[in-house]
Nanobody
Framework: QVPLVESGGGLVRPGESLRLSCAAS????????MGWYRQFPGKERELVAT???????NYADSVKGRFAISRNRAFNQWFLQMNDLKPEDTAMYYC??????????WGQGTQVTVSS
């Protein structure tokens, strides 16, 4: 069973929007924080956005004002709304979650490609 399942990636034109979704399996419980990371070819994975239990969000400077993270009330689904996408946003995007321990969970990744 895959702990986290993400979807929504694909090919989009510059300036367009895309929404990524992540769903936690029933075996993944008591999550208090979640977010999204991305990885460019040949680079290390980097943080894109996080949302904490109190609803506090944080964003990488490169996506501020364009991306928005949200989650459902049960904290088992979360989303990344990506607006005004740029070619430099092209990457593999991974959803992420943490629960008490802390214990981390990762999705398998969904490819986002921004190209004209």
């Amino acid at each position: 069973q895959v702990p986290l399942v993400e979807s929504g990636g694909g090919l989009v034109r510059p300036g367009e929007s895309l929404r990524l979704s992540c769903a936690a399996s029933k075996s993944v419980s008591s999550l208090y924080g979640m977010g999204w990371y991305r990885q460019f070819p040949g680079k290390e994975r980097e943080l894109v956005a996080t949302i904490a239990g109190g609803g506090i969000t944080n964003y990488a400077d490169s996506v501020k004002g364009r991306f928005a993270i949200s989650r459902n009330r049960a904290f088992n689904q979360w989303f990344l709304q990506m607006n005004d996408l740029k070619p430099e946003d092209t990457a593999m995007y991974y959803c992420y979650a943490v629960r008490q321990g802390p214990v981390e969970f990762w999705g398998q990744g969904t490819q986002v490609t921004v190209s004209s």
